[in-house]
């Protein structure tokens, strides 16, 4: 049943999906998995199998529930398993080598600290301060990266046992999108769009300089995700490409790095605008703006990429495309705005427009002309999609799942493109895009004297 809730994820099935998934975890409730001390007894092998089936479960619960929009199915306060054992009782394992079930330990682990830290949604404030950002990248530094086995290592990693255990590099990439996309996470909102009360509510200067602090590490873990979800995909192999996890997680990414860019001019526009009236403005992150947009490219050509193996990435194409285009419209604004500018600001911008007509052309389009609005994005639905670390399919037989890597051994026949994108993506009449052009909120948000 588990398999059949996997399968139909990646297909984009994501209703009948959340329909078996339900009724997984009413079977782990009735067969007692939640339960450090179940009625039956059982052996010391079977308890431990037992642990990795039911965290297994708890992750993907938590994974889909933030995806589709509902409450998880499992509730928290009737798991009083412990995390399961890195090493099944008697099995052997290869001295100092991360065992098969590791990573997912490690999701296990970064899973229940995040929920932990979650509250009631009333008591949620509209947008996170900077100091509970904060708090919450340090707990993830100091409880999960500085636990990591070497073999898994965000950075210098060992690898050793990577011939012996080839399915380690497959592994760590996937825990380095993982992790990296919980600090992205957990920084969402300081894109500058995405939530109405910008950075110029916060009481002083020195919070609003944390905020662009924030959002320059928001910038740089989104980026690094985005490739790191690019690397991925190049070790799967045929049809485990439709893998739903990569492609979702190349969509968020992109679509972030996209309203990134989009709050980077606009704070730097509002910037010549207040400069001339003789107010103090902030400037932070506009070096950025170069970077930024050739990494939401490369996301953009990634989807167009894998468009005719995954559903999720068809459609995707389409919403980054629509965002791509509003992005160039936005950007022809640049070519009469710095004629009066004082020259400080004239010298920071010299390159804009070769740089723009550079990056118009560096992809190549493979979807027709009808686009979901890149407003589509901003609902809650597809908007959080990464609010809890994503979750993934790691070993099959007893842990009930499929393994990335295995899947990246299977040699199937890839699919033809499509003659028309709406083949895998229906178009959605495009949404009013009055927010995008509200210059009221750029001034709030690149002055703290309004």
């Known amino acids: 049943?588990?398999?059949?809730?996997?399968?139909?994820?990646?297909?984009?099935?994501?209703?009948?999906?959340?329909?078996?998934?339900?009724?997984?975890?009413?079977?782990?409730?009735?067969?007692?998995?939640?339960?450090?001390?179940?009625?039956?007894?059982?052996?010391?092998?079977?308890?431990?199998?037992?642990?990795?089936?039911?965290?297994?479960i708890y992750m993907w619960d938590k994974l889909m529930s933030i995806l589709q929009g509902h409450w998880s199915l499992i509730p928290d306060v009737y798991c009083h398993v412990k995390l399961p054992r890195d090493a099944l009782p008697a099995t052997p394992t290869v001295p100092g080598a991360p065992t098969p079930f590791t990573n997912r330990i490690i999701q296990m682990r970064l899973t229940k600290m995040l929920n932990s830290r979650k509250t009631t949604e009333e008591q949620q404030p509209r947008v996170p301060g900077p100091a509970a950002v904060s708090a919450i990248a340090e707990s993830i530094e100091t409880e999960i990266i500085s636990t990591l086995p070497q073999a898994y290592s965000l950075s210098d990693f060992d690898k050793q046992f990577d011939t012996i255990l080839p399915s380690i590099p497959l592994k760590r990439e996937e825990l380095h999108i993982i992790i990296i996309g919980a600090f992205a996470t957990a920084h969402r909102s300081f894109t500058g769009l995405l939530h109405e009360p910008n950075f110029t509510n916060?009481?002083?200067?020195?919070?609003?300089?944390?905020?662009?602090?924030?959002?320059?590490?928001?910038?740089?873990?989104?980026?690094?995700?985005?490739?790191?979800?690019?690397?991925?995909?190049?070790?799967?192999?045929?049809?485990?490409?439709?893998?739903?996890?990569?492609?979702?997680?190349?969509?968020?990414?992109?679509?972030?790095?996209?309203?990134?860019?989009?709050?980077?001019?606009r704070n730097r526009r509002a910037y010549v605008r207040l400069s001339r009236q003789g107010l103090p403005t902030f400037t932070e992150n506009s070096d950025l703006e170069g970077s930024t947009h050739t990494a939401f490219l490369e996301g953009l050509?990634?989807?167009?990429?894998?468009?005719?193996?995954?559903?999720?990435?068809?459609?995707?194409?389409?919403?980054?495309?629509?965002?791509?285009?509003?992005?160039?419209?936005?950007?022809?604004?640049?070519?009469?705005?710095?004629?009066?500018?004082?020259?400080?600001?004239?010298?920071?911008?010299?390159?804009?427009?070769?740089?723009?007509?550079?990056?118009?052309?560096?992809?190549?389009?493979?979807?027709?002309?009808?686009?979901?609005?890149?407003?589509?994005?901003?609902?809650?639905?597809?908007?959080?999609i990464l609010a809890g670390p994503p979750v993934t399919s790691s070993s099959c037989g007893p842990e009930m799942v499929m393994d990335p890597f295995a899947w990246s051994q299977i040699s199937t026949h890839p699919l033809p493109p499509p003659a028309d994108m709406h083949h895998f993506a229906h178009t959605v009449q495009s949404a009013s895009l009055q927010w995008y052009y509200d210059d009221v909120l750029v001034d709030r948000y690149a002055t703290s004297t309004l």
């Open 301 to 384: 050509n990634f989807l167009n990429g894998m468009a005719h193996h995954s559903p999720i990435a068809a459609k995707g194409s389409q919403i980054v495309r629509s965002l791509h285009q509003k992005l160039q419209r936005d950007a022809t604004v640049d070519d009469d705005l710095y004629s009066n500018t004082p020259t400080p600001i004239q010298q920071q911008q010299p390159q804009q427009p070769q740089r723009r007509a550079h990056q118009a052309t560096s992809w190549v389009p493979s979807a027709s002309a009808g686009m979901m609005t890149a407003a589509a994005i901003a609902s809650e639905q597809l908007g959080n």
């Open 202 to 265: 916060l009481p002083s200067i020195k919070e609003q300089k944390a905020a662009f602090r924030l959002q320059r590490k928001l910038i740089e873990y989104t980026m690094n995700t985005i490739r790191s979800a690019m690397r991925f995909a190049d070790m799967l192999l045929g049809g485990c490409k439709k893998y739903f996890l990569v492609n979702l997680i190349a969509l968020e990414a992109s679509v972030v790095l996209g309203l990134c860019v989009r709050g980077l001019r």
């Open 1 to 56: 049943m588990f398999f059949n809730a996997s399968f139909l994820t990646n297909e984009s099935n994501l209703r009948e999906s959340w329909i078996v998934l339900a009724d997984v975890v009413k079977e782990a409730h009735i067969l007692e998995l939640h339960l450090e001390h179940p009625r039956v007894k059982v052996s010391e092998f079977e308890m431990e199998m037992r642990k990795r089936i039911f965290g297994t």
